[in-house]
Antibody, heavy 121, light 107 residues
Framework: QVHLVESGGGVVQPGGSLRVSCEAS????????MSWVRQAPGKGLQWVAF????????YYSDSVKGRFTVSRDNSKNTLYLHMSGLRADDSAVYYC??????????????WGQGTLVTVSS | DIQMTQSPSSVSASVGDRVTITCQAS??????LAWYQQKPGQAPKLLIF???RLQSGVPSRFSGSGSGTDFTLTISSLQPEDFATYYC?????????FGQGTRLEIK
């Protein structure tokens, strides 16, 4: 049974930095591409970032490019999102999401419960 | 970048009704289209991918169709547990994109 557990959310001041994590279990983490998807309060879903299974390739949405960095530690079955230059419009629940199989990395069949990031002074 | 336009943004319906939600991509994506259901306080759940294939365990009252730029999600006979928000997502290329969502409410 797949489990994805996010942590590290909290309140951060504008311009600040934060790292959120996603600990994975129940599947062979090193074989799957992973993404971060966020949802601002009362709003829709927004894809944020993707990292390939071997960490050799990353993609970002235009809204976070240059400010956010996705990484992973396959020895620890953990996905990370390091966020810097945070703005109020980055406030959201951040979900980690797993691709449906190693060859299809752009569709998500398992999601974590999310971690809330609030950017406020 | 590919943009997804979903409509309607909200719809009110009754148990037993048939409901259709549409999603349009700004450029052709073949059948690389996924549909998700999200209930309040929960993570999204994958219903359909590619465009017309139901995921395991999804009731047969859900169906998807379309290819290229125009897609639909149909619920043939609404059940109480179907009242939720539905999102389409293009899975063809990065950056990935979701539609704005359709909130399905009880009339």
């Amino acid at each position: 049974q797949v489990h994805l557990v996010e942590s590290g959310g909290g309140v951060v001041q504008p311009g600040g930095s934060l790292r959120v994590s996603c600990e994975a279990s129940g599947f062979t983490f090193r074989n799957y591409g992973m993404s971060w998807v966020r949802q601002a309060p009362g709003k829709g879903l927004q894809w944020v970032a993707f990292i390939q299974s071997d960490a050799n390739k990353e993609y970002y949405s235009d809204s976070v490019k240059g400010r956010f960095t996705v990484s992973r530690d396959n020895s620890k079955n953990t996905l990370y999102l390091h966020m810097s230059g945070l703005r109020a419009d980055d406030s959201a629940v951040y979900y980690c999401a797993k691709g449906i199989d190693p060859a299809v990395v752009t569709v998500f069949d398992d999601w974590g419960q999310g971690t809330l990031v609030t950017v406020s002074s | 970048d590919i943009q997804m336009t979903q409509s309607p943004s909200s719809v009110s319906a009754s148990v037993g009704d048939r409901v259709t939600i549409t999603c349009q991509a700004s450029q052709a994506i073949g059948t690389w289209l996924a549909w998700y259901q999200q209930k309040p306080g929960q993570a999204p759940k994958l219903l359909i991918f590619p465009a017309s294939r139901l995921q395991s365990g999804v009731p047969s009252r859900f169906s998807g169709s379309g290819s290229g730029t125009d897609f639909t999600l149909t619920i043939s006979s609404l059940q109480p547990e179907d009242f939720a928000t539905y999102y389409c997502q293009q899975a063809n290329s990065f950056p990935l994109a979701f539609g704005q969502g359709t909130r399905l409410e009880i009339k």
